[in-house]
């Protein structure tokens, strides 16, 4: 598989997820600010990848700043974490492992030390996540009854994690077991992610996919084609309720009418315990030009107003459960959020 990023002569080499599967290059970055631009262009995208590329975005800033005086670098690296908060608003995840670094900056510690002890934590974030992946696998493989035909949206793979993957982690866990399992991946307007991403990293893994567009979605569950749905998430509230790609609610609510079950796949990093309604969660909006158009192609009219919200939010009674590194929480709410996984990430 790919890496989606790297550590590489002091830079952050990413893989630029923008230009797959046509192409296959890599965004260098240099400077924090790369970091920053490569998150908002979702060059890195998928809620664990961004946490742990604004992790390493931090170490640049260290870097740059560690031979300042340590008060000058502190205040740097404050701003610099700010500024990485600022890119993309619904992931936690991104806030999640910019909280583990400034803990390191509020620790003592030499000026000198402060680049290193940056720049293992971010190697950590990546590492742990990978392991994580496959503990949340090892779980999830077990709801994947043989022979099952597994709908998923957007792309919660190795692409958008340290490598492995949530949802697409369940169903490699389960091939792995030997089971015969096989996909039907939504397109994923407007960004493609589904297309693009999950059919192209399936089929390198030599997983059966079929590509739909997302509007195929009701029928091919009302011709009895889907067994059971899993997607990924980019926060999880105390009450297990789930913001992920827009499109997930839609999903939801038709497993719902077609008695299909719906898993969230999901490490303790994509939880928010300070929220406890799924209305809570900030949902990014992005550019028009991005339903406009198709890979700069207009497709619309060049002044039609455009809505679009990137995420949206599943109420945790549609959600059948999710599946985090720590067990499986069944009919999520409050009281089963607690029991799993605790109050604290
Ligand atoms: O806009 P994106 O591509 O960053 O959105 C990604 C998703 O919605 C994923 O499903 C989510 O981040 C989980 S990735 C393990």
Known sequence: MLETMRWEDNKLVLLDQTKLPLEICYFSCQTYHDVICAIKKLVV???????????????????????????????????????????????????WALDRIKQIIRQEITCEDLFERILKEAHAIFQEDILINKKIGQFGAQLVPP???????????????????????????????????????????PLLQGARLTAFEL??????????????????????LIDLIIVGADRVTAHGDVANKIGTYSLAVLAKEHQIPFYVAAPLSTFDFTLCSGDEIPIEERDGKEVREVFGHLTAPVDVPVFNPA????????????????GVIHRPDAHAVREVVGTEN
Do not use: W
């Open 45 to 95: 995208r998928g809620a664990p990848a961004i946490g742990a590329a604004a992790a390493y975005g931090m170490a640049l800033a260290a870097l740059d700043c560690c031979r300042d005086d340590l008060n000058k670098c502190r205040e740097e690296l404050s701003r610099a974490a700010e500024a990485l908060a600022a890119s993309r608003p619904t992931a936690v995840n991104l806030f």
């Open 147 to 189: 022979g099952a035909t597994v709908l998923t949206h957007c792309n919660a793979g190795a692409f958008a994690t340290g490598g492995y993957g949530t949802a697409l982690g369940v169903i490699r866990a389960a091939r792995e077991e030997g089971k015969k399992i096989q996909v039907f991946a939504d397109e994923t307007r």
């Open 203 to 224: 089929m390198q893994e030599k997983i059966p996919v079929t590509l739909i567009t997302d509007n195929m979605a009701g029928y091919v569950m009302k011709k009895g």
């Open 311 to 326: 995420f949206d939010v599943t109420p945790h009674q549609l959600i059948t459960a999710i599946i985090t590194e720590k």
